[in-house]
């Protein structure tokens, strides 16, 4: 998947416009004024339209770098069954770590969210190697986790005394994990 910020900051770099990297994209069959927009949306980080393989290849090529220096790898596990509080205390651990160092301290944090975490982060390293990235050279860019809100199937009530009831939250969460080459 593309990054927008890793484009944006390679285009600064470089001074390259959005007007030449769009005649990369219009060669390949995509029009001028397309193009032109598309990378504009793309280095804002909205990927509407959607960049393809291709597409990619060809602003690697524009810009004289590998695709992996400009392409990143999501994973995302939604209303995960735990709460955003303390899957948060997990995935700050991993944040900006190296791939196999995430795993190793994964393998061993003792906190319910870790397994699942770790689940994640194996997805986003296959997804990476399946698009030919240097798993060696892989870190965390990123770590997040989202409030999801009460879990579905869970409203119940702890009675109290006299006649008042406390409900019972099982919260839910989002957990969003991104690797890039680094």
């Known amino acids: 998947m593309l990054s927008g910020k890793k484009l944006t900051n390679l285009c600064k770099k470089q001074g390259v416009s959005d007007s030449q990297l769009a005649e990369y994209l219009a060669r390949g069959g995509m029009s001028q004024d397309d193009a032109i927009s598309a990378v504009g949306n793309w280095k804002k980080c909205l990927y509407s339209p959607t960049p393809g393989k291709e597409d990619v290849e060809r602003l690697a090529a524009a810009l004289g770098v590998e695709v992996g220096a400009i392409s990143e790898w999501r994973v995302s596990y939604r209303y995960a069954p735990m709460s955003a509080r303390k899957a948060r205390l997990v995935s700050q651990l991993i944040a900006g ?17 870790a397994p699942a975490i770790k689940k ?11 698009q030919e990235a240097d798993v ?47």
């Open 97 to 113: 770590r190296e791939v196999q160092d995430a795993l190793d301290l994964l393998t061993f944090t003792h906190k319910r969210a």
């Open 136 to 182: 060696d050279n892989l870190f965390v860019s990123e770590a997040r986790v989202d409030q999801a809100g009460r879990r579905i199937g869970t409203k119940a009530w702890h009675p109290k005394d006299r006649g008042r009831a406390h409900p019972i939250r099982k919260e839910a969460s989002h957990i969003h994990i991104t690797v890039s080459e680094g």
């Open 120 to 130: 994640l982060l194996q997805s986003a390293i296959a997804n990476a190697d399946e």
